[in-house]
């Protein structure tokens, strides 16, 4: 049996977990992040790594693989974080400079795509090959697997469905633009809408202005999932509203990759069928070819906040055994034009060894993805496909 261990570093906390190779989480722990400081985040993600390994006298050698998480744009190297909304990163070498720390090397993923792995290898999506994870928190944060590969775009950026604009010179969004997805469906989505029916209609939310301690202010997510869990009609309606753009959305998103599964994470997912229900209704109302095709499963993630842990350590582990990875090839078509930027290179010495090689066994490590994942739903799509 080998071990691994997996690192989900987001704005406020840094977890970490030694995972074996079923899923299962051996030890784990949970710090605060310091978000403030790149070297200091990164020293919190060593300590994290080191205190697992010290707290189990047998582990170390059982360890093969340490993956992080993390919360930001990863580039195609998967050796540098390019930016995070809620972190310090930019342009950070984070691959390296925790490589440095741990003298040991580590495997850096974005933690939606790290999420989704999980889920497919060992939660709501296993068995399933074509996954779409669509996580609703403040935003949305999603991954997409293709014939069991997670599939990170050129530039390791693919995956952002949360700014496709669905409502012109709608809401403004954080990103800048208007009437993106995420501010119609998402946590901080749900909380808006029930908070401004409170301040709109009063006599209508008595349920949802108790739960909140008096004032619209109060409302939050697990206020609303508890009032409509005991069957509160104005916290019904607000999950019916966010559901619905949720399926809408998701319909959308099927024009594109007609999945075979979806699966929703975030804080919003624990209401279940509450925000399912609508969401499926919805997705079927829009999708393109309704009543010839079949229909995507939508299905609740199991893992939780595991997930990114156990993603990130499953990751790792088959990229070790892929070894050497040529992480920045993975999903290359030979392509010499495009436009180099400093990120996209090799970041220092300990990254160099995975990104300048073109004579790397690709196939390799795209096999060794494939031959992790689960192969039901689509038996003819296993392939080296590039
Ligand atoms: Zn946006």
């Not at 010839?292 to 939508?298: G, N, T």
Request: with cysteine; charged share 20%; hydrophobic share 45%.
């Amino acid at each position: 049996m080998t071990l691994a261990i997996g690192v989900d570093v987001g704005g406020t906390k840094v977890a970490a977990g030694v995972v074996a190779e079923d899923g299962r989480i051996i030890a784990k722990l949970k710090r605060s992040t310091p978000a403030a400081s790149p070297a200091r985040t990164e020293q919190a993600i060593a300590d994290a790594v080191t205190e697992l390994l010290a707290g189990h006298q047998v582990l170390p050698h059982l360890v093969t693989a340490i993956g992080i998480g993390a919360a930001g744009f990863v580039d195609s190297a998967r050796a540098t974080i390019l930016f995070a909304p809620n972190l310090a990163w930019r342009d950070e070498p984070l691959k390296q400079r925790v490589e440095e720390r741990l003298g040991r090397e580590v495997v850096v993923e974005n933690d939606a795509n790290a999420s989704a792995w999980a889920e497919a290898r060992f939660g709501a999506a296993r068995g399933y090959r074509d996954v779409m994870l669509v996580a609703l928190g403040t935003g949305i944060g999603a991954a997409i697997l293709v014939g069991g590969e997670l599939y990170r775009g050129r530039w390791g950026m693919a995956g952002e469905p949360g700014h496709i604009r669905v409502v012109p010179d709608g809401r403004l969004c954080g990103c800048g633009n208007r009437g993106c997805w995420e501010q119609y469906c998402s946590g901080n989505a749900l909380v808006a809408e029930a908070r401004e029916f409170a301040r709109r209609t009063p006599e209508g939310a008595i349920r949802l202005l108790q739960l909140g301690g008096g004032a619209p202010e109060g409302i939050s997510g697990p206020v609303i999932t508890q009032a409509a869990t005991e069957g509160d009609p104005a916290a019904l309606r607000c999950f019916q509203i966010v559901g619905g753009w949720l399926g809408q959305g998701l319909a959308d998103l099927a024009a594109i990759l007609d999945p075979a599964c979806f699966v929703i994470g975030g804080g919003v997912s624990e209401a279940g069928d509450l925000l399912l229900d609508p969401a499926r209704a919805a997705f079927e109302r829009a999708l393109t070819g309704r009543g010839y095709r079949p229909l995507a499963d939508i299905r609740v993630a199991q893992l939780g906040e595991d997930a990114g842990i156990v993603g990130a350590a499953d990751l790792a582990r088959v990229s070790s055994q892929a070894a050497p990875v040529p992480t920045a090839d993975l999903q290359v078509v030979p392509q010499t034009t495009a436009p180099s930027s400093p990120s996209s290179g090799p970041s220092g010495p300990g990254s160099f060894i995975r990104s300048t090689s073109m004579a790397n066994p690709v196939t390799n490590a795209a096999t060794a993805q494939n031959a992790a994942m689960p192969d039901t739903d689509q038996p003819a799509a296993v392939a080296t496909t590039k």
